[in-house]
């Protein structure tokens, strides 16, 4: 149990154009999900924080009119990369809470590669 | 605030060698620690976590201990797999925040 799925796993577009990226929960609900950003040979840098049917919050220096997170259900979550451009180029990944025996756990996304050309 | 310091790789071992990846942390309260693994090209998965002092986590021969006096949670397995090779990233959340709080990552290689 515990998957998390992305769509795309791989995107090229031109600059200028919007993306859409999906994850979801597949097996369970998950109040709660998380967007990343990691650049080649680095850790992952929090983006913002989902939460199902309320706005989400972004982190310091993340341009929330840029990157536009919606969570409508419980299951998924969106981020739509808008006006993309050559430096929003990299691989971004999703997170889903899942809350069990009193602990909550992290799982995440196979992560969706973006390049713009 | 929370953070946490992983020993800079590359690290590099033949197979059957015995791993061990050093993280320390700093957080307020009692933090969850976690490792992470990313093999090439793909998302990250949980590896194993420990919630509480003493409390050891273990996954595919790896095992973590929470050591509270030490602020540690090294990574360690007695006998790496070429199929171990990736990059592991040891991380926390707590202190009242649900954030995960990554390390730098460490890559390893392990070759036959």
């Known amino acids: 149990g515990a998957v998390v799925s992305q769509h795309p796993s791989r995107v090229i577009c031109k600059s200028g154009t919007s993306v859409k990226i999906e994850c979801r929960s597949l097996?369970?609900?998950?109040?709660?999900m998380f967007w990343y950003r990691q650049f080649p040979k680095q850790s992952l840098m929090l983006m913002a924080t989902?939460?199902?049917?309320?706005?989400?919050?972004?982190e310091q220096g993340v341009e929330k009119d840029k990157f536009l997170i919606n969570h409508a259900s419980l299951t998924l979550s969106t981020l739509t990369v808008t006006s993309a451009h050559p430096e929003d180029s990299s691989f971004y990944i999703c997170?889903?809470?899942?809350?069990?025996?009193?602990?909550?756990?992290?799982?995440f996304g196979p992560g969706t590669r973006l390049l713009v050309l | 605030g929370n953070s946490v310091t992983q020993m800079e790789g590359p690290v590099t071992l033949s197979e059957e060698a015995f791993l061990t990846i050093n993280c320390t942390y700093t957080?307020?309260?009692?933090?969850?620690l976690f490792w992470y693994v990313q093999y090439p090209g793909e998302g990250l998965q949980l590896l194993l976590k420990?919630?509480?002092?003493?409390d050891k986590g273990s996954n595919k021969g790896f095992e973590a201990t929470y050591r509270k006096e030490t602020t540690s949670f090294h990574l360690e397995k007695g006998s790496v797999q070429v199929s171990d090779s990736a990059v592991y990233f040891c991380?926390?959340?707590?202190?009242?925040?649900?954030?995960?709080?990554f390390g730098k990552g460490t890559k390893l290689t392990v070759n036959p």
């Open positions: 997170s889903a809470s899942r809350w069990a025996g009193g602990q909550e756990t992290q799982y």
């Open positions: 097996d369970f609900q998950a109040t709660t």
């Open positions: 989902s939460n199902e049917g309320s706005k989400a919050t972004y």
């Open positions: 957080a307020t309260g009692y933090p969850s």
């Open positions: 420990a919630t509480k002092a003493d």
């Open positions: 991380a926390l959340s707590g202190g009242g925040s649900e954030k995960l709080v």
